[in-house]
């Protein structure tokens, strides 16, 4: 009989877990699964922020702040919170806090939650689907370059007095990257901007969804480059406002 290898996918069942959990780019078809309708108490934490000190001395900076990061193809979520617990002010430097980053290709993540402050969910590369979730934060708290969609998510601001939503960053206008927001709902505290232009060619787009007073009116930022004004796409149709 000839040798047959075959690749299973892995499941691990959580309740809390308050550590730093790091999933390779090498172990692809992972799937992180909490208990049924549990994903407010089923939660993986961590404290890090970017102006912490790693084994080597120096700071941690942004990225690998992140409590739970994924470099893994074909990972999955469900039902599990995601939190970086760091406490700091809203746009303070050093004070970035990743909760979750996910750099693998082909993720979904279906009724998760993403907790955290500035910078909460760092949506680096690849492609990337986001299905009825919670994704809370201040400053910034959608940032990356990937080609992602959030569909039916909550949106929330947790910003104190002025914050922003979404930061993409596209290196060329011929990338296919970009992020859409679909059917959500954007609520939360203070007045926040629906995105800010990382990068000249940026790109979001928000569609059919709904917005509270929370937004400012302008919208958007382009960083201070007024040069990204021409050239970022930032799209938004609502629904209802």
Known sequence: MNNVLVSLPVMFVLIFCREKVIVPRLKPYISFVGNESQMANTIISWHNKASDRSSHGGSLGTYRSASVTIGSDYFCATEITFENSAIGAPGEPGKQAVALRIYGDKAMFYKVKV????????DETGSHYFYHSHIQGSVDFIFGKSRSLYQEC??????KKIGAIAAHHRDSPNDTTGFSFVNCIITG????????A????????????????????????????????????HFRKTEKE
């Not at 505290?189 to 800010?196: E, F, N, Y």
């Not at 302008?218 to 960083?223: I, K, L, M, Q, V």
């Open 198 to 233: 990382w990068g000249n060619y940026s790109r979001t787009v928000y569609s059919n969804c709904y917005l509270d007073n929370v937004i400012v009116p302008a919208g958007w930022s382009d960083w201070n480059v007024p040069l990204r004004q021409m050239c970022v796409p």
């Open 189 to 196: 505290t203070g007045k926040v901007l629906l995105g800010r």
């Open 154 to 159: 909550l949106i929330e601001s947790t910003a």
């Open 115 to 122: 907790v955290g402050g500035q910078d909460t969910l760092l």
